[in-house]
């Protein structure tokens, strides 16, 4: 879709050479707004946020506890013990279940009429969009930061280093964003936060069809071509690989691509639903 | 207030005394009913009334035994509602607030439910909702969905509801609420014939015109206490003045207020009104108009209104209760 | 103006007044009213399959990604079966099972909200009959549960290595822990009134099944979970469930999941007696 959201004004091509400079400035204004509020909405909601913190880790401890005999398993990639391995399908857990809640807030907008009226406003319409997804970016970010300091006493070892960690906050930005903007798509197209959180157990057996939770050189049969197919693997591994090998330049580009990738065709998406959305509200 | 006690009041249907019911503990505790002593004779309509957390619903949930008093006995039907609960429970029929009716259930189903539930023999059970249905006018809705019913047509199934064991008492929490005239009419000529038919019915309301038209006998609770009770003609003599509804310049109120202030005195009004009740009749009227003009206020619109139990309700505890919202009573009771 | 008290002597007579003898019919019987509640729960499957669907699918996703994820961990040197599908299914009857229970726990919450418990409450019935209606409606969404993923269980290769006794222990097991379910589900809803209580139910029941022998036996487990899983009483319930699918003589106590459930069972069902009595507190 390329309805330009702004054309709708009396004299486009004064608008333009009045306001570009304008414009750009006040959209970064308009989008750092709109992202405070959507991070301050997060902190508000302790009960949303400390879920998608807790149910990760946990599931990592026990995971590490009912499978330490399975790094041994053939197939399983050369780790210390199974909460290296656990790390990646950690983080992305954590970024699934916050990005519910950037999403769910989304569609809260769009239900009781706040979106509508922000939409009345002059602020740009892709800066509502890419507020609302800042938040959830942030947290992606704070999530890896939390998952890896809490880890690391329980004896997780990050064999890239400090560099490779950063890479992997920066991958959980990303990611969020890539997620964020998926859920932003139902959000959209609905309009309703139930429909939102509803999809939330889709994706966790897409999770689970996936090598996040073990590796997927162990598994056979039509579930192995399912975690073959399924992207989410590839974005998990590239955590993984991270965690569990020494730095190099590869790796790092890898998790770069696979998660910028995933946010470019998620943002894209969630842009034309949003125009959709303007077109015939 | 006293409370009459004439021959057969030992045998009233509903009777309480020194009722409390306090929530919370400690320094947070609320008495959301502070000693309530309250008689209902056989075969009255009672009307309840008082504004949102006055302890209305607080107890009536104490005399349909969904709660128990902190302090006080209750007897209905003749049963403790705390000892003989299960008793007591098998003589009332109740129909509550909002009509709480499970919406994915059909009106037919809910009643024959209704009627295991009352121990209504198997073989009755069909007929007994047939004739309930007929009776409020559902028979053709029966096989809906309650979520498909209007307002008025969940109230009336309420009403059905609440009849199927042939109650002896009957509680009505505020049952037309939210209702459009013509439903609230069905629904008290319904109340009405159930009384004609001897039942006794404690109604708690919201519309004075309600308790006006309905109930023989009203009480009024406010803060937990009952503040006035008797028959509605007497409250109204004893309020007696007529008010006199002003509205002046806005700029000028308060000089307007002391004008009137020589004629009787004043009643809470709505915002931006003022009210005065003519110690001496509607007579004075003229005399008003004539004081004002001589201060050089000009009225903008005036009312006269007779007593009604707007005023009881007014002089009792201080709120105007037009329709429902009036200022200052927002909280629900717990 | 204060509430002038009544006059003592009227008081008194008061108190012998039977005038109003009922013209009504009795009590409703403590079966036939448990039936009627068991029935209006029933129909609920039909007329709201939103809420019935996902706690039937959960436990058949659960036993397939479960399975499929986790396939080699059989392969672990002591793990009592051979077949991950042997392992995880009868987990996902007992996690299914005792969901269904809490099921119960949601759908009493919005009777609560709404007020229609009020009117089951005023009912001249026994107050088991207000938590035996329930159960009998969650054993029929249980029993529904376990043909199907015990089934489905079968058709992808489970082997009942223990015979129709086994699978009678994972029927009893099941219908056990709906019991748990529904008790806290109802006990938790009463205490709370509204939708919190629908965490708690989750969470609760959640942590209790997972810091067990869910994922893997105490044989092979290591560190925390251990101790943990070892005092839990649902671990021995767990085991019990299993009985049929693992190899002969590896859950060496049957009789302490036994016991263990059925004190489960009371323990949970008090628990919600207490709640429902609180109610008129």
């Known amino acids: 879709m390329s309805t330009d959201v702004t054309s709708h004004r009396d004299d486009p091509a004064m608008t333009i050479t009045i306001a570009r400079s304008e414009r750009r400035q006040s959209l970064w204004a308009q989008t750092a707004a709109m992202s405070s509020r959507s991070i301050t909405a997060f902190l508000r909601q302790p009960a949303l946020v400390v879920p998608s913190l807790v149910f990760p880790l946990f599931f990592a401890a026990l995971g590490t506890s009912s499978f330490s005999q399975a790094i041994d398993l053939p197939g399983f990639p050369p780790v210390q013990s199974f909460l290296d391995f656990a790390l990646a399908g950690t983080i992305i857990q954590g970024v699934l279940f916050g990005s519910i809640t950037g999403a769910t807030a989304l569609a809260t907008d769009i239900d009781n009429g706040f979106f509508d009226r922000l939409l009345t406003t002059p602020t740009s319409r892709s800066s509502i969009l890419i507020g609302r997804l800042a938040g959830a970016m942030a947290f992606g970010g704070v999530q890896t930061i939390i998952f890896i300091a809490v880890l690391l006493p329980f004896g997780l070892r990050i064999q890239s280093g400090v560099l490779g960690a950063a890479v992997m906050v920066l991958g959980g930005v990303l990611t969020a964003l890539a997620v964020g903007a998926l859920l932003s798509i139902m959000a959209l197209r609905t309009g309703s936060p139930e429909a939102v959180q509803g999809s939330f157990p889709l994706l966790f057996v897409l999770l689970f069809f996936s090598s996040a939770f073990f590796p997927r050189q162990t598994m056979t049969g039509v579930y192995r071509r399912l975690a073959d197919a399924n992207p989410i693997s590839y974005l998990v591994e590239a955590f993984r690989d991270l965690t569990i090998e020494a730095l190099s330049l590869g790796a790092v580009v890898r998790l770069m691509v696979i998660s910028g990738l995933a946010a470019l065709v998620t943002v894209t998406m969630a842009l034309r639903a949003l125009n959709r959305r303007l077109v015939k509200p | 207030m006293t409370t009459a006690t004439g021959p057969g009041a030992d045998d009233a249907p509903i009777q309480a005394e020194g009722l409390v019911r306090t929530f919370g503990s400690g320094e947070l505790a609320v008495r959301a009913v502070d000693g309530v002593d309250l008689r209902v004779g056989a075969g009255e309509v009672f009307g309840f009334l008082g504004p949102n957390g006055a302890g209305k619903s607080t107890t009536v949930r104490m005399l349909t035994t969904l709660l128990r008093p902190t302090a006080g006995t209750a007897r209905v039907a003749g049963y403790d509602v705390v000892s003989e609960a299960d008793q007591v429970r098998r003589s ?53 969905r309650v979520g498909t019913y209007s307002g008025g047509m969940r109230r009336r199934l309420d009403l059905a509801l609440s009849l199927i064991h042939e109650p002896s008492v009957l509680f009505l929490d505020e049952p037309t609420t939210g209702l459009d005239p013509m439903s609230r009419m069905t629904l008290w000529e319904e109340i009405q014939r159930l009384n004609d038919d001897g039942t006794t019915v404690l109604l708690t309301t919201q519309y004075l015109e309600e308790a006006d038209q309905l109930a023989d006998r009203i009480a009024i609770i406010d803060g937990g206490r009952i503040v006035r009770e008797g028959d509605p003609a007497a409250l109204k003599a004893e309020v007696g003045a007529p008010t006199l509804f002003i509205d002046v310049d806005a700029t000028r109120t308060d000089e307007a207020r002391a004008v009137l202030a020589a004629f009787g005195d004043p009643r809470p009004t709505a915002e931006g009104t003022l009210g005065v009740g003519l110690t001496a009749g509607a007579a004075e009227v003229s005399a008003v108009i004539r004081a004002l003009d001589e201060a050089g206020i000009a009225v903008e619109r005036l009312e006269l209104s007779e007593p009604s139990l707007n005023d009881v309700f007014a002089e009792a505890t201080g709120y105007r209760l037009e329709g429902a919202e009036t200022g200052g009573a927002a909280t629900d009771e717990p | 103006m204060t509430v002038e008290r009544l006059d003592d002597t009227a008081m008194a007579a008061g108190t012998a007044s039977t005038t109003a003898v009922p013209r009504g019919v009795g009590s409703g019987a403590l079966v036939a009213s448990a039936l009627g509640l068991a029935v209006r729960n029933l129909r609920n499957i039909r007329r709201l399959p939103s809420a019935f669907l996902p706690a039937l699918m959960m436990p058949l996703v659960q036993s397939i990604a479960f399975s499929g994820t986790f396939f080699a961990i059989t392969q672990v040197p002591g793990f009592p079966t051979d077949r991950s599908i042997n392992w995880f299914m009868p987990l996902a009857v007992v996690m299914g099972a005792s969901f269904a229970g809490i099921g119960i726990g949601f759908s009493t919450v919005r009777d609560l909200e709404s007020g229609f418990y009020d009117r089951l409450r005023m009912a001249p019935v026994s107050r088991r009959a207000l938590l035996l209606g329930p159960l009998f409606g969650v054993w029929v969404r249980t029993l529904i549960l376990m043909v199907i993923v015990i089934g489905t269980g079968l058709a992808l290769g489970a082997r009942l290595t223990g015979g129709l006794f086994g699978l009678a222990a994972l029927i009893v097991v099941g219908l056990g822990v709906s019991v748990v379910g529904t008790g806290w589900g109802l006990g938790l809803a009463y205490r709370f009134g509204d939708m919190r209580a629908s965490a708690f139910m989750q969470l609760g029941l959640f942590l209790a099944l997972f810091l067990t022998s869910a994922q893997a036996p105490l044989s092979i487990m290591t560190g925390w979970l251990y101790y943990v899983a070892r005092v839990n009483p649902f671990t021995p319930v767990i085991d019990l469930a299993r009985i049929g699918f693992v190899e002969p003589g590896t859950v060496e106590r049957p009789w302490v999941g036994l016991v263990a459930l059925v004190l489960l069972a009371a323990v949970a069902m008090g628990f919600a007696d207490r709640g429902l009595r609180r109610l008129s507190r």
Not at chain 2, 114 to 137: D, H, N, P, T, W
Request: hydrophobic content about 45%; proline content about 2%; glycine content about 12%.
């Open chain 2, 92 to 144: 009332i029929g109740v129909a509550l607030q909002d009509a709480a009716i499970d919406p994915l259930m059909t009106g037919i189903e809910l009643l024959r439910l209704q009627a295991v539930l009352y121990g209504v023999e198997r073989s009755q059970q069909k007929r007994r909702a047939g004739e309930l249905l007929e009776r409020v006018g559902l028979s053709a809705a029966g096989d809906r």
